[in-house]
């Protein structure tokens, strides 16, 4: 079996052929152009499985925004990525193509990999965060994606963490994405020091020794910590699953363990801090797996 398996996030879309034991044989990227909005993103999809629709026998997407994984159907997004709510990826696909499809949110996807293949192995129940432009988030609950009522659950970045603060792209002030994301770090490092930084350069020698950068940079863990700690205390997870590039810096994620695992509380001391380890693949995985148990 092959599997096309397309990941399309805020920046690139990855995509490639994922096989029947879910080895990653090809892979490809290319600009999201989310400015284009969701119409010229639609195309770029079509393109993308015009290229492959004769070799593969399946379609997996993963994708930015709520998605009714039953119509394969975007049913919100923010103005990330304009005019994309509504779009109506399967239906779309299969008429034009005549091959089966799967959409799911793309933390959705990157959890079930992350489950299957990843950090998450072995666990009937854990959180997963993405950190980058925003925070995504999702719960594997009795050993599969919780989506709840509408397909809405596990919008961490979206918790509300300073009432009345930032005004955030999904229309709320203070929410938690808006202080925690990768995002909001360089925005903050940009505040006090004038320097336009990646969150990679962050992290450069001669950054990450700057008293100022560090300083702004330990606020910011103490930011991902608070919305964690909301999370720990409503759900008690066993584990939680931490991605995006910036967690692959390991002074973050022993940070975080350790100030986590300081609280005196048992269900702090007890969960399990884990780095995402499927990194860039994630998404394409989760979607290509998901894609194959749905045929």
């Known amino acids: ?31 999201t152009e989310a400015q284009l909005g969701g119409p010229h993103l639609m195309q770029k999809m079509l393109s993308i499985v015009g290229a492959f629709a004769d070799r593969v026998d399946c379609v997996g997407i993963s994708t930015a925004g709520q998605v009714n994984s039953e119509l394969g159907k975007i049913i919100f997004a923010s103005e990330n990525i304009p005019n994309y709510t509504g779009i109506e990826i399967k239906k779309t696909i299969q008429e034009q193509f005549h091959l089966p499809v799967y959409v799911e949110n793309d933390v959705n996807s990157a959890a079930t990999a992350e489950a299957k ?23 594997w609950i009795n050993d599969k994606i919780y989506t709840g009522d509408y397909f809405s659950a596990g919008e961490f970045g979206h918790i509300v963490t300073h009432t009345g603060g930032k005004k955030c792209t999904c229309g709320n002030n203070g929410c938690y994405e808006m202080y925690a994301s990768t995002r909001a770090l360089v925005n903050a490092v940009k505040e006090e020091t004038g320097k336009e930084l990646t969150g990679r350069e962050i992290f450069a020698p001669e950054h990450f020794n700057n008293v100022i950068i560090r300083a702004v940079l330990d606020n910011w863990i103490d930011e991902i910590i608070g919305g964690l700690t909301t999370l720990i ?61 749905a045929m």
């Open 233 to 293: 205390f409503i759900f008690n997870p066993p584990c939680i699953v931490l991605g995006g590039g910036i967690m692959n810096e390991d002074y973050i994620i022993s940070e975080i363990d350790r100030r986590i695992h300081a609280r005196p509380m048992h269900s702090f001391q007890s969960v399990q801090i884990k780095k995402a380890e499927l990194k860039n693949q994630a998404g394409m995985l989760g979607a290509a797996y998901l894609a194959k148990q």
């Open 117 to 139: 293949f990843g950090a998450g192995r072995g666990y009937r129940d854990f959180l997963c965060l993405t950190y980058g432009t925003g925070v995504g988030g999702a719960l």
């Open 1 to 31: 079996m092959q599997i096309l398996a397309i990941d399309i996030g805020g920046t690139a879309i990855k995509y490639g052929i994922v096989n029947e034991d879910f080895s990653v044989e090809q892979s490809f990227e290319v600009p």
